[in-house]
């Protein structure tokens, strides 16, 4: 399927000051673009806590957008560290959020569940030491 | 889509020098800068009155009406807000506002701390229902619903369907008056006195209702020297009926919060600061909330664009004021017969503005997307407005929307003429030989 519009954004790790921003933009191009309702809302929960994934958890990323003429598509692609379990790590209430993060009232354990609630289409991979990508899917209505 | 038709906040094109101060200020990018003046985009205008306040050459203002509008009507009825009574230093009795509106010309006055007395027990009521969005977002300031229109309109389920205290209070006022002095309903006039441009665009151009029950709103600050003498000379009604101190701390921040729903409410104000928090709501991360104010203004009603007295000495007054009253609650003080026999639910949807879309149809507004990203890159990202457009990337928009071309853009102009510079002398070189 033919991608029309595609923007990225870079995470840093451990950027509190910028969390948020990628979130705002991805909502406000989907706006524009007449992307709205229930579709809109998902994706707002989603990549808000995919981008706050990237700056907790990661070593530091890249949060796409992509729309292609069906589906709104985010992918996280990360450089590290990796996650050993991934089942463990979609539990609700599990989490390895740092001291820092947790002072910061993350670290509930919620990310990775309300991404997939929230999508569409959901994956996930993941190798220690070399990085996660997530990759969502969000239908459009025809 | 619901663009709004008639705006209080305007443009003096005499006044106006084509700076680009009110350009960034603008929270919904609505003002342009075109042939030397600026421009109110119609479609996106939310009559906030950043711009009244941020241009020095006093090119914007707001229109509201004055008290030769009042003696077109038989009677008239003054509706001060609570703000009014914040105007006055040391104030300590709303009794003297009200009858010196009385000495300036108008035949009764109805308070709208009353209607907000009203719709506080009204809310309450709607809040306990089941299977509400959460938080429920305050319909009172007519910017910040307009804002969510317009920028967020996926959260417009989240907006309170209950009337705003002015209109409430303007329908009782009405029929009160009207059953004793026995007269007909458009023999008289009711005039909100307005802290805000915003206000006097909610009874123009109404949002959750068909019609206003308000025939116009006169700006305080208009009335304040009109005021002043009588008030000072403090005179009182024996039949006066008060609002309660929870009515009248709606004309400050975290009022009407604290009289709707102190036990799981946020009150924020300042229109910068509601934009932050409503994205919060639309990432649901404020689910755990049941009640939402915001308040366009900073400190709330008492920082409108309209009012005479600092902020900050207008909020002391009012908690004065409200400390010194009874703490009787609107769901004891409001009679019950009272939530049945006026309307106090909206009537019309709270409908997106859509003024943000590129396009209606989706694959063109991706179109529209995509060029505007290839026009973005090549744009220098200074932001300087030099073009007229607050950003690089709603100057891109504009482009695509047809309303102006890349050479706009100064510096991809000069850009382009070195180049041409760097052309000609080249073909220069090569005729010589």
């Known amino acids: 399927m033919e991608e029309l519009i595609r923007k990225s954004y870079p995470v840093a790790q451990a950027d509190y000051v910028s969390a948020g921003h990628a979130s705002a933009d991805i909502k406000r191009t989907l706006k524009q673009l007449g992307v709205g309702g229930d579709v809109l809302r998902r994706v707002a929960v989603a990549s808000y806590e995919v981008e706050l994934n990237l700056v907790i958890h990661s070593l530091g990323g890249e949060l796409t957008l992509r729309v292609l003429p069906d589906q709104v598509e985010l992918i996280s692609a990360d450089c590290g560290p990796g996650i050993p379990d991934i089942s463990m790590a979609m539990r609700e209430g599990f989490s390895t959020a740092n001291d820092e993060a947790r002072s910061l009232g993350f670290g509930a354990g919620m990310g990775l569940p309300n991404m997939k609630r929230n999508a569409d289409t959901f994956d996930i991979q993941s190798t220690v030491g070399v990085g996660t990508t997530i990759t969502m899917g969000f239908a459009l209505p025809s | ?433």
Not at chain 2, 188 to 213: E, H, L, N
Request: glycine share 6%.
């Open chain 2, 1 to 433: 889509m619901e663009p709004i038709r008639y705006h209080s906040v305007r443009l003096d094109k005499e006044k106006c020098k084509g700076c680009t101060n009110c350009l960034r200020h603008c929270p919904t990018e609505a003002i342009r800068v075109r042939g030397g003046r600026a421009h109110i985009l119609d479609t996106l205008c939310i009559d906030c009155g950043e711009c009244i306040r941020i241009c020095d050459y006093h090119a914007k203002i707001a229109i509201t009406d004055v008290m030769d509008d009042v003696k077109k009507f038989k009677y008239a009825i003054a509706l001060p807000a609570p703000t009014l009574y914040g105007q006055f230093r040391g104030l300590n009795n709303p009794e003297y506002v009200l009858e010196a509106l009385k000495c300036i010309g108008f035949d009764d006055v109805f308070e709208v701390a009353r209607g907000a007395d009203v719709v506080t027990r009204a809310i309450r009521e709607r809040l306990k229902e089941p299977r509400l969005p959460k938080p429920m977002i305050s319909s009172a300031c007519p910017t910040v619903v307009r804002l969510i229109q317009v920028r967020f309109p996926d959260l417009l389920d989240h907006v309170v369907d209950i009337r705003q205290p002015m209109e409430v209070a303007a329908t009782i006022a009405r029929d009160e008056f009207c059953r004793k002095h026995n007269c007909a309903p458009e023999d008289v006039g009711c005039f909100f006195i307005t802290p805000c441009p915003a206000k006097m665009t909610a009874i123009r151009s109404p949002i959750g209702q068909d019609k206003s029950a308000l025939d116009g709103a006169i700006s305080m600050v208009e009335l304040y020297g009109l005021l002043l003498p009588h008030v000072m000379r403090m005179l009182s009604d024996p039949n006066y009926v008060s609002p309660t101190g929870y009515g009248i701390g709606w004309a400050t921040s975290s009022g009407e919060a604290t009289a709707v729903c102190p036990e799981n409410s946020l009150s924020v104000d300042g229109i910068d600061n509601v934009i932050r928090v409503l994205e919060e709501v639309e990432n649901d991360k404020l689910s755990d909330l049941t009640f939402l104010e915001g308040n366009a203004c900073i400190g709330g009603c008492v920082g409108g664009p309209l009012t005479f007295e600092n902020n900050y000495v207008a909020k002391n007054t009012i908690r004065k004021m409200v400390d010194s009253m009874p703490k009787t609650h609107p769901d004891t003080d409001v009679p019950s017969s009272l939530m049945t026999k006026y309307p106090l639910k909206t009537n019309v949807p709270f409908k997106p503005n859509g003024a943000i879309k590129l396009d209606d149809n989706l694959a063109e507004a991706m179109r529209k997307m995509k060029h505007m990203n290839e026009i973005l890159e090549r744009l220098p990202g200074y932001d300087c407005g030099s073009c007229g457009s607050p950003t690089c990337r709603s100057f891109a928009e504009d482009i695509v929307r047809g309303y102006c071309t890349e050479m706009d853009c100064i510096h991809v102009l000069k850009h382009r003429l070195q180049h041409m510079a760097e052309e000609m002398v080249t073909l220069a070189q090569t005729t010589r030989e």
